[in-house]
């Protein structure tokens, strides 16, 4: 406890580099999943390469990642961006199957009337589909919240700075203290994550809590 | 008026949807496609905003052919309502019904106050504005469906089995309503079904499509009971034909009888009669009670509500069902203001069948005759 208190300063700036490090890639990474979720569905020959393809990324091994990307993007091997690519690219894994399928679930005789409602496909597809798609898109969003939470501390074997330098550091000395720090921070920091979005959720889907009290 | 001129959707795999279909949908009119399963009914009806491509063959919409329309603007245009309305979900009542003003461009304010008075206008409370689709039973989601289809004041209107999914009173009611909108609106109307009693409840025209989409007849309703041009239009138009089709049979002047009628509260013990009427102040006909069965006062208790009653100017079937259905072989006749004018046996009401005229085959003014649509001459209409 007098350890984290001492290392105050230390803990907030990591905690904000972790919240970066995974936060942005779970922007950037659902506006990438969108169009490609969208694709995956509008032409259905692309839905088995698209979801199973892009959900292969999942598997490379992060520190596989961390160390490949510099070489790939010209980058230097400490460059926090070569993180957030990589966890970009993990999100995407996540969330271009969730995404299809979102948009799929939208029942049929809506996007009918929709369309002869007189909606072009692009005004049909903002107005209706990713509004009616918001659950199932956002259950996706919780996991890879998650996950790139977990994932980023991986970075911390590079020395890239976030929470994940509590553990290195623990572990070379032998001393617990900064370990439970950097486990509890990220356990909080995958909490309030999966909050936000669940608060997101709630104020973009109104609809689904009216429907409870019928009249 | 919607025109198809030889229309043909052929699928890929070779399946024949529609097959030459030639049909006239005129201006201000509902004209129902009907058939089995398979017939290319809605094939047909979506071709007409072009949610499906024909194959080949023209669709004119007041004479332009849709081909060479946008096809979104085309859409803003035609009222479209189906079967589970398919509102949308995430939208209240008041933004689904705004839907298509909005799309036009429409301001906020005008569209909500123009939906508002549409949901008033298709009988749902205002209360309804604010809800969402889920909070609504079937039928009030029809009904939204349809004020959202009526909203930007589209010409036409087309609508796949839009009564199809609700309980058969709830559905009863909504075709009525229909009815009496489109008596104020005079929209042009083509509307799918695979019930033959919808279609011909609901059609000024009616035209049978049979599987493999082929058009089989197209004509008023009266005719196609009256002379069906083929077995299987005999069978699909059904069995008792004949006395459906004194529901468009206009009731003439019948022999009526004075009817001796007491009011609610007023003792019948002691009359002469089997059964007598009982009316309220404005003398509507409440109910019949049988004097030697009722000790003392009318009470709503010994009412007998079993007999039907029927307008003087309402269609024959009516007048027909009155006496039927009557416990005392009586037929009860009142005024379009539903104040009793006097009562009809069964055999009168046949007698007045037997001298109507059927609906004449081959009648060159018949419009509804036609089984090609351009041998019809109601290009006014």
Redesign the interface.
């Known amino acids: 406890m007098t350890w984290f208190i001492d290392h105050l300063d230390d803990v907030q700036a990591r905690t904000l580099q972790h919240v970066y490090l995974a936060g942005l890639p779970l922007v950037i990474g659902l506006l990438i999943a969108l169009p490609l979720g969208w694709l995956a569905r509008r032409y259905p020959v692309l839905y088995a390469p698209f979801t199973a393809g892009f959900g292969l990324l999942y598997t490379i091994p992060s520190l596989a990642l961390f160390v490949l990307l510099p070489g790939l993007l010209g980058t230097k091997i400490l460059d926090p961006v070569n993180v957030v690519v990589a966890m970009t690219l993990y999100t995407v894994a996540l969330l271009v199957r969730t995404v299809a399928d979102g948009l799929g679930a939208v029942p049929e005789d809506v996007q009918q009337s929709a369309t002869a409602m007189g909606y072009t496909r692009v005004k049909r597809f903002f107005a209706i589909e990713l509004p009616l798609a918001v659950p199932v898109i956002s259950a996706g969003l919780r996991v890879a919240a998650v996950s790139n939470v977990s994932i980023v501390s991986v970075a911390a074997v590079l020395g890239i700075p976030q929470l994940g330098l509590f553990f290195t550091d623990g572990f070379a000395r032998a001393f617990y203290d900064p370990l439970f720090v950097g486990i509890i921070a990220c356990v909080v920091l995958a909490l309030v994550f999966d909050v936000i979005i669940v608060l997101a959720t709630r104020a973009l889907t109104p609809w689904l809590r009216a429907t409870g009290d019928r009249a | 008026m919607i025109v198809f001129d030889r229309v043909t959707k052929t699928y890929p795999d070779g399946t024949v949807a529609v097959d030459e279909l030639s049909l006239e949908a005129p201006s201000g009119k509902i004209t129902v496609l009907v058939g089995p399963s398979g017939c290319g009914k809605t094939t047909s009806l979506r071709m007409v905003?072009r949610?499906i491509k024909p194959t080949s063959g023209t669709i004119t919409l007041d004479g332009r052919d849709t081909s060479t329309m946008k096809?979104?603007?085309?859409?803003?245009?035609?009222g479209?309502v189906?079967?589970?309305?398919?509102?949308?979900?995430?939208?209240t009542v008041l933004d689904n019904v705004s839907?298509?003003p909005r799309?036009l461009g429409v301001d906020r304010r005008e569209s909500e106050k123009r939906s508002m008075d549409l949901l008033e206008r298709v009988g749902l409370d205002p209360a309804f504005a604010k809800?969402?689709p889920?909070?609504l039973s079937g039928g009030q989601q029809q009904r939204v469906?349809v004020a959202?289809a009526l909203a930007a004041d589209p010409p036409v209107m087309?609508m796949d089995e839009p009564f199809s999914a609700v309980d058969p009173v709830v559905r009863e009611q909504l075709q009525d309503e229909f009815l009496r909108l489109q008596d104020e609106l005079g929209k042009t109307i083509i509307f799918v079904t695979h019930d033959i009693d919808e279609a011909i409840k609901l059609g000024d025209q009616v035209a049978v499509l049979r599987v493999g989409g082929k058009l089989a007849q197209v004509a008023e309703p009266a005719y196609l009971l009256a002379h069906p041009v083929d077995d299987f239009i005999a069978d699909f138009v059904g069995r008792d034909r004949g006395y459906r089709a004194l529901s468009f049979q206009p009731t003439p002047r019948l022999p009526l009888a004075q009817e001796r009628t007491v009011a609610m509260g007023e003792a019948v013990s002691g009359l002469d009669a089997e059964w007598v009427l009982v009316v309220d102040e404005a003398n509507h006909p409440l109910g019949w009670v049988e004097p030697r069965r009722v000790q003392g006062e009318v009470t709503t208790e010994v009412l007998h509500r079993g007999g039907t009653v029927a307008r003087a100017s309402g269609p024959l079937r009516a007048a027909l069902d009155a006496a039927l259905s009557s416990p005392s072989r009586r037929g009860v006749i009142v005024d379009d203001a539903g104040a009793l004018v006097g009562t009809v046996r069964a055999h009168e009401v046949l007698n007045a069948i037997e001298d109507a005229d059927r609906p004449a085959l081959d009648d060159p003014d018949h419009p509804g005759a036609a089984t090609t649509p351009h041998a019809s001459s109601d290009a006014s209409a």
């Open positions: 905003n949610m096809e979104a603007e085309l859409r803003r245009g035609i479209y189906i079967q589970h309305a398919g509102l949308f979900p995430h939208r839907t298509v799309l809800r969402y889920a909070q469906g959202r087309l």
